[in-house]
């Protein structure tokens, strides 16, 4: 299967947004909260999963990437606030399901 996801990670104030694709959803956000790989998201702090969608093909997933990555702050902000107002970190959630 050649599953893909695109998640919105942010740090613990909020203050930040960073737009990611992947594979393996699980290991990847382990792989942020962990601090596992150097980059923005390690510089930066930027750990908590506030949103993800799930694809067939990562093709679909990674032009979804683009996309998100092309809107507006505000824009990426709207739409983590239509699926999780409160910015409740849903790894826990992930990580029993995926």
Do not use: W
Not at 30 to 45: A, I, P, Q, S
């Amino acid at each position: 299967m050649n599953m893909g996801f695109v998640y919105l990670l942010m740090n613990k104030s909020n203050t930040v947004i960073y737009t990611g694709v992947t594979r393996n959803l699980v290991k990847r956000i382990y792989e942020h909260k962990n601090k596992l790989v150097d980059g923005f998201t390690k510089k930066y702090n930027v750990t908590k999963l506030v949103y993800f969608e799930v694809f067939d093909d990562l093709i679909y997933a990674t032009i979804r990437e683009k996309q998100i990555k092309a809107g507006s702050r505000d824009d990426k902000l709207k739409l983590i606030a239509q699926n999780n107002p409160h910015y409740f970190d849903l790894y826990d959630e992930i990580a029993a399901s995926y």
